[in-house]
């Protein structure tokens, strides 16, 4: 398959994702050797590859019937590791895996977000930061933002989604390197916080459209 080029913050073979192609309320796209076709509402142009290039992709995912977001389920053209393979970007390895909710468990669009955390941190003396990295999901930021020698405190509602974090920062390399890993709801955790009289030089905020 052929990508769309396009400008980005980062160079050419830094990150082993493309998005092969858009069109007909989908997208084509590649997790390291693996490509899957996803929904996506905003796309209402007609794709430029051939039928036949996107009836290559291993998977696709489908929302339950008369839903736009929330849970859904896969079919596989062929199969995947059921319990997910690396990814890399830069110096940093992700697992990625099929999800219920039609996650791979990296959102790729972040990825200029993330080499400009890691710009501003290296300008800013990283090491002496303090980082608190709200909704943190499975950890790219808090691995960039460690990596480039902040003292992050990553948090998520999620045990599953900070135990996934805690394994990517293992698969890159930087178990020895401090991170704070907090299971809690954020406004409560805020509130615990601010009673201590917690700082933070940083906040990384990327909260999920609904929640509850």
């Known amino acids: 398959m ?11 073979g830094d990150f082993d994702y493309q998005l092969l192609d858009t069109g007909n309320l ?13 929904p996506a509402p905003q796309v209402i142009w ?3 590859l051939p039928k036949t290039e996107w009836d290559k992709a291993n998977g696709e995912f489908y929302h339950h019937k008369g839903k736009s977001t929330g849970g859904g ?3 596989f053209r062929n199969p995947v590791p059921k319990n997910g393979w690396p990814l890399r970007f830069r110096d940093l390895v992700f697992t990625v895996q099929t999800t219920p909710f039609g996650h791979l468990g990296l959102f790729p ?13 290296k300008d800013l003396n990283g090491n002496k930061l303090n ?12 691995l960039v933002a460690t990596e480039n020698g902040a003292n992050v405190t990553h948090l998520d509602a999620s045990k599953t989604s900070v135990t996934w974090a805690r ?46």
Do not use: C
């Open 2 to 12: 052929t990508a769309i080029s396009s400008d980005n913050l980062y160079q050419d």
């Open 26 to 38: 989908k997208k084509l796209e590649r997790f390291g050797p693996y490509s899957f076709v996803r």
């Open 46 to 48: 007609p794709p430029k």
């Open 73 to 75: 389920e896969w079919t």
């Open 109 to 121: 669009e972040q990825a200029q977000n993330w080499v400009w955390i890691a710009n501003q941190i």
């Open 131 to 142: 980082v608190l990295n709200m909704f943190g999901y499975t950890g790219a930021s808090t």
């Open 167 to 212: 394994k990517n920062l293992e698969s890159s390399g930087l178990s020895d390197y401090p991170v704070r890993w907090m299971v809690d709801d954020a406004e409560k955790f805020l509130k615990r916080e601010h009673r201590r009289n917690r700082r933070y030089d940083a906040l990384i905020m990327d909260p999920p459209s609904f929640g509850r």
